[in-house]
């Protein structure tokens, strides 16, 4: 069997909304936002990928997008200006699901998060993540984080918090662990669900990447020489 081309990770752009949509809806099944439909997904994405508030990056193989990581430099702003510049459409493409209580409270939830989260959380904020079946557990999350914690200290952003892991999605809570970061608090998110908020102190973290990296390098070579 031929090796499989390897990911290359690189900054989303507009076209790329749909597939991240695709791939959110479908692997992201739990998820409030993603619930409220393609439409919003759509204008979210873009939005998040044009704004100096956001990041979103996506991994590619073979020119098709297997995985996404969205994160914010500073949730409150690109929030806020997602609703200036878009807040009409975005307003059309919600119309018909506010019908569903159960999607106008995740509407209300939006609108209302950042008043109520605690003033000392990082500003800095992981929002969404998410591979392709096919492609998990193939090392493709720990190369957008490499890339993403680049890019926060690029910044000069130290901390960051990762917004809501089920307590039970045990791949997830493996990887943030796995990554040095540490639960800041465990909380109850829409009717009873129980989610794991972390935070992730940047430099820690990238010394944590760095180790891997060079034990997988040292690997190869030993083997390589064996
Ligand atoms: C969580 C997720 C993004 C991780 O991405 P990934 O590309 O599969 O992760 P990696 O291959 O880089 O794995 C890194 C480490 O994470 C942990 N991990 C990843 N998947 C795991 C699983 N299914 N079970 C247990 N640990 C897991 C392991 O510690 C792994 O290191 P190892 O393979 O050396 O043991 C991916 O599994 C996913 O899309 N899950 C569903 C969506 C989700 O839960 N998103 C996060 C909440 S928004």
């Known amino acids: 069997m031929s090796p499989r081309t390897p990911f290359a990770i690189r900054p989303a752009r507009a076209e790329d909304a749909p597939a991240i949509t695709e791939i959110a ?5 739990w998820s409030r936002i993603y ?13 998040i990928a044009a704004s100096e508030h956001g990041l979103l990056s996506v991994g590619v193989r073979d020119e098709e997008v297997m995985g996404f990581l969205i994160g ?3 949730a409150k702003l690109l929030f806020r200006q997602f609703l200036l510049r878009h807040g009409l459409r975005a307003g059309l493409a919600l119309a018909p699901q506010l019908l569903s209580p159960r999607r106008a409270a995740t509407v209300f939830r939006g609108l209302t998060y950042f008043p109520e989260a605690p003033a000392d959380d990082p500003g800095a904020e992981i929002l969404s993540f998410a591979i392709r ?12 984080f490499r890339d993403l914690v680049d890019r926060y200290a690029e910044r000069g952003t130290n901390r960051l918090k990762v917004g809501t892991i089920d307590v039970e999605n045990e791949a997830s809570n493996r990887f943030f662990a796995g990554l040095g970061a540490t639960i800041l608090r465990s ?19 990238r010394e944590v990447l760095e180790a891997r990296v060079a034990t997988r390098r040292s690997g190869e070579l030993g083997a390589a020489v064996s």
């Open 187 to 205: 909380e109850t998110l829409y009717s009873g669900k129980l989610v794991n908020v972390y935070q992730c102190d940047i430099p820690t973290m």
């Open 35 to 47: 619930d409220l439909g393609p439409s919003f997904a759509n204008i979210l994405h873009r939005h």
């Open 72 to 74: 914010a430099f500073d």
């Open 133 to 144: 079946p096919e492609a998990q557990r193939s090392g493709l999350g720990t190369a957008l």
């Open 25 to 29: 809806i479908e692997v992201l099944s």
